[in-house]
C-alpha cells in the first residue's frame, strides 16, 4: 500500500513516488508513469500483476488483457515476473508502471496534481 510521496520496494523491485502540483509543465521520460493524483487517491496498492489482470490503455475504446500488453510490447518472462500494476480491487489495472496507464487516469487539463512512479 502506498501511502504518498517516499521510495518503496516491492520483492526487491525499488519505485519512486512523488507528487507535483505544477500538471502543466510535468514531464515524464521513458520508465516512468504519470497520472491523475485525484483519480487514484492515495493509499493505493501497487502488486505484481496476475492472469486475468485487465486494462483500458491510453486511447482505447475496449480493454485488453495485460498478457496481450506484454506481447505487445515484446516483454520477456523475466520483464512480466518483474511488472508492477497499480490496481483497484478486482482485475482492473489502472497502471502498468513504467509503460502504459488506464484510460480512466489521464492526465487532463482539469487535473490539479499529478502522481510521478518511476522504477528504480
Known amino acids: 500500500t502506498i501511502e504518498g510521496s517516499g521510495i518503496y520496494s516491492l520483492n526487491g523491485i525499488e519505485f519512486s ?26 493509499p493505493f496498492t ?18 485488453k488483457k495485460l498478457s496481450d500488453i506484454f506481447v505487445d510490447l515484446k516483454f520477456s518472462l523475466p520483464e ?19 509503460h502504459r496507464i488506464d484510460d480512466s487516469v489521464k492526465v487532463t487539463k482539469d487535473s490539479a496534481s499529478v502522481t510521478l512512479i518511476r522504477i528504480i
Not at 19 to 42: C, H, M, Q, W, Y
Not at 46 to 63: A, I, K
Not at 88 to 98: F, K, Q, R, T
Open 17 to 42: 513516488v512523488s507528487l507535483s502540483g505544477d500538471v502543466k509543465n510535468v514531464r515524464t521520460v521513458s520508465g516512468e508513469t504519470k497520472f491523475d493524483t485525484a483519480k487514484i487517491p492515495f
Open 46 to 63: 501497487v502488486r505484481h500483476w496476475r492472469p486475468g489482470d485487465w486494462m483500458r490503455p491510453l486511447g482505447m475504446r475496449g480493454r
Open 80 to 98: 512480466k515476473e518483474k511488472a508492477l500494476v497499480i490496481a483497484d480491487e478486482g482485475s482492473h489495472v489502472l497502471a502498468l508502471i513504467g
